[in-house]
């Protein structure tokens, strides 16, 4: 009992939060599918633009995009099934059932892996498979907001050329802002990528090897990815002399990661 006291007043406290932020709301809102875009063999976005009030949700996804108020971006992975485990429900269904014009039911955005807008000291975003998005939507954010008084950093892990998601969006950024750098790991490269354009090195993320571009004086660090991924960068980061209040990460993946 006093375990869910605890839960339904955290949940009031962040309804409370909710209404007091600028563009907030209490409870749920209608939004409707704006658009659908096959970003990668396993990512989706989906754009969504405000509606009216209603009830109920059933996955937790980052924004991937700089949000406006009326209008969210949500990037999801595909969950296929492999051996045993069976497909992952609401991925799937975001992919063949609901159409452009469905409507979903969100609640405001909240957390508290959030990027520190007022900072210029530099920002290196780190990211495996699908916690991408969210370091997409920093990445605009930053650019949009700051644009190239603050130093990016973008690296990236995934399997290879056809599961890298927002690849050409990055490409577009880095073309435009000359204070955004990136360094992308393929797992495994395929016939199809190429070396210097899609990809940089082979293998996992390993930021020793890159410790002259990604370990930079007064940064901060920003992973995101599965768990295993997200402790490995972390202690990397502390290895190279990284304070841990630098570091700021988001428990991130399906429940399988
Ligand atoms: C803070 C946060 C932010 C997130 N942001 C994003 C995001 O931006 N984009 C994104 O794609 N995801 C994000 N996620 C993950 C997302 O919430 C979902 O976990 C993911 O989309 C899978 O949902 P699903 O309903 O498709 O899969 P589910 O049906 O919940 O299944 C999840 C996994 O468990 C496996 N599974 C299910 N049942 C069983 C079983 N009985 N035995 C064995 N295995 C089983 C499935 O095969 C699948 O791989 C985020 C998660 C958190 C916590």
């Given at each position: 009992m006093q375990l869910a006291d605890i839960f339904i007043n955290f949940e009031e406290g962040l309804y409370q939060q909710g209404v007091k932020t600028p563009g907030g709301w209490k409870g749920w809102r209608k939004f409707f599918i704006a658009n659908k875009k096959i970003e990668s063999d396993e990512i989706i976005f989906l754009p969504s633009g405000s509606g009216r009030q209603g009830p109920t949700a059933d996955v937790q996804a980052s924004i991937s995009d700089s949000p406006t108020p009326n209008h969210f971006r949500i990037s999801v992975k595909r969950e296929f099934a492999t051996g045993p485990k069976p497909a992952g429900r609401v991925s799937n269904v975001l992919y063949?059932?609901?159409?452009?014009?469905a409507e979903l039911d969100v609640s405001m955005p909240f957390g508290d892996?959030?990027?520190?807008?007022?900072?210029t000291t530099p920002a290196v975003l780190i990211s495996g498979g699908v916690g991408l998005t969210t370091m997409m939507s920093m990445l605009k954010t930053i650019v949009n907001q700051q644009g190239n008084a603050r130093k990016v950093v973008f690296i990236h892990a995934t399997r290879?050329?056809?599961?890298?998601?927002?690849k050409e969006g990055l490409f577009h950024i880095i073309a435009e802002n000359p204070s955004v750098s990136r360094v992308v790991f393929y797992e495994e490269a395929s016939a199809q990528d190429k070396k210097g354009?899609?990809?940089?090195?082979?293998?996992?993320?390993?930021l020793a090897e890159i410790k002259n571009d990604a370990v930079l004086p007064d940064a901060d660090y920003y992973i995101c990815g599965p768990q295993p991924f997200m402790k490995a960068q972390s202690k990397s980061l502390e290895n190279l002399?990284?304070?841990?209040?630098?570091i700021h990460m988001e428990v991130f993946g399906s429940p399988s990661d």
């Amino acid at each position: 009992m006093q375990l869910a006291d605890i839960f339904i007043n955290f949940e009031e406290g962040l309804y409370q939060q909710g209404v007091k932020t600028p563009g907030g709301w209490k409870g749920w809102r209608k939004f409707f599918i704006a658009n659908k875009k096959i970003e990668s063999d396993e990512i989706i976005f989906l754009p969504s633009g405000s509606g009216r009030q209603g009830p109920t949700a059933d996955v937790q996804a980052s924004i991937s995009d700089s949000p406006t108020p009326n209008h969210f971006r949500i990037s999801v992975k595909r969950e296929f099934a492999t051996g045993p485990k069976p497909a992952g429900r609401v991925s799937n269904v975001l992919y063949e059932s609901l159409p452009i014009g469905a409507e979903l039911d969100v609640s405001m955005p909240f957390g508290d892996f959030v990027l520190y807008i007022n900072a210029t000291t530099p920002a290196v975003l780190i990211s495996g498979g699908v916690g991408l998005t969210t370091m997409m939507s920093m990445l605009k954010t930053i650019v949009n907001q700051q644009g190239n008084a603050r130093k990016v950093v973008f690296i990236h892990a995934t399997r290879n050329g056809y599961v890298h998601a927002m690849k050409e969006g990055l490409f577009h950024i880095i073309a435009e802002n000359p204070s955004v750098s990136r360094v992308v790991f393929y797992e495994e490269a395929s016939a199809q990528d190429k070396k210097g354009v899609d990809y940089v090195h082979v293998g996992g993320v390993n930021l020793a090897e890159i410790k002259n571009d990604a370990v930079l004086p007064d940064a901060d660090y920003y992973i995101c990815g599965p768990q295993p991924f997200m402790k490995a960068q972390s202690k990397s980061l502390e290895n190279l002399g990284v304070s841990p209040d630098r570091i700021h990460m988001e428990v991130f993946g399906s429940p399988s990661d």
